[in-house]
C-alpha cells in the first residue's frame, strides 16, 4: 500500500471529518467500482489520500468520523446561460460581491479580486476533476461579463 506511486489513479474530491473534529479536503483513491463506499469499506487501514496542494497522505480509517463528497455540479447544471447579461436574472452586483451604490474603485477591486480567485490558470496545477475546472471558466465569463456591464 505505501508503494509512494501515485500513477493518475482516479480519484474523487471528498471532505473527511476526523475524530478531533477537524475537517480535510482531499482527493481519494477510487477502486475499479468506482464506489466511495467500496474505497471506504474495503480491508486496507489506510484511504489512500492526494490534498489540494498535491501532496499524497494516507489517513488511518480509524481516525476518519465521517466522509462526504466534495462533489461540483457540472457547469451544465448552473445555468449560467438564464444569468447572461440582458436577462432578468443577471446582476453584475451579486457577480462581483460589490453593493449597488459602490464606487468605480470599490468594482474594479472586487473584478480583480474576483479574477484572482477564479482564474483557471492559478488552480491548473492542481490536479482538479474536469468538473472543477469547467465551473472556474464558467465564473471566471460571468465575472468578465459583470464587470463590462457595471465597470468603468
Same mark, same amino acid.
Given at each position: 500500500?505505501f508503494? !509512494?506511486? /501515485?500513477?493518475?489513479?482516479?480519484r474523487t474530491?471528498?471532505?473527511?471529518?476526523?475524530?478531533?473534529?477537524s475537517?480535510?479536503?482531499v482527493?481519494i483513491?477510487?477502486?475499479?467500482?468506482?464506489r466511495?463506499?467500496?474505497?471506504?469499506?474495503?480491508s486496507?487501514?489506510f484511504l489512500?489520500?492526494?490534498?489540494l496542494s498535491g501532496?499524497?497522505?494516507f489517513?488511518s480509517k480509524?481516525?476518519?468520523?465521517?466522509?462526504?463528497?466534495?462533489? =461540483?455540479?457540472?457547469?451544465?447544471q448552473? /445555468?449560467?446561460?438564464?444569468a447572461?447579461? !440582458?436577462?432578468?436574472?443577471?446582476?453584475?452586483?451579486q457577480v462581483?460581491?460589490v453593493?449597488?451604490?459602490?464606487t468605480? +474603485? /470599490?468594482i474594479?477591486?472586487?473584478?480583480h479580486?474576483m479574477v484572482k480567485l477564479?482564474?483557471?490558470?492559478?488552480?491548473?496545477?492542481f490536479d482538479?476533476? /474536469? +468538473?472543477?475546472?469547467?465551473?472556474?471558466?464558467?465564473?471566471? =465569463?460571468r465575472?468578465n461579463?459583470?464587470? +463590462?456591464?457595471?465597470g468603468?
Amino acid at each position: 500500500m505505501f508503494n !509512494g506511486r /501515485d500513477d493518475k489513479a482516479n480519484r474523487t474530491p471528498v471532505f473527511v471529518t476526523l475524530a478531533d473534529g477537524s475537517v480535510v479536503t482531499v482527493a481519494i483513491r477510487m477502486p475499479l467500482s468506482n464506489r466511495l463506499g467500496d474505497a471506504l469499506n474495503n480491508s486496507d487501514i489506510f484511504l489512500d489520500a492526494v490534498s489540494l496542494s498535491g501532496q499524497q497522505q494516507f489517513i488511518s480509517k480509524s481516525m476518519i468520523r465521517s466522509v462526504r463528497s466534495a462533489s =461540483v455540479p457540472k457547469t451544465d447544471q448552473l /445555468d449560467i446561460d438564464a444569468a447572461a447579461p !440582458g436577462t432578468a436574472n443577471f446582476d453584475p452586483f451579486q457577480v462581483l460581491k460589490v453593493a449597488k451604490n459602490a464606487t468605480p +474603485e /470599490d468594482i474594479r477591486q472586487a473584478y480583480h479580486r474576483m479574477v484572482k480567485l477564479y482564474h483557471p490558470d492559478r488552480i491548473a496545477s492542481f490536479d482538479l476533476p /474536469d +468538473e472543477v475546472m469547467d465551473y472556474v471558466r464558467a465564473m471566471l =465569463v460571468r465575472i468578465n461579463l459583470a464587470f +463590462e456591464q457595471i465597470g468603468s
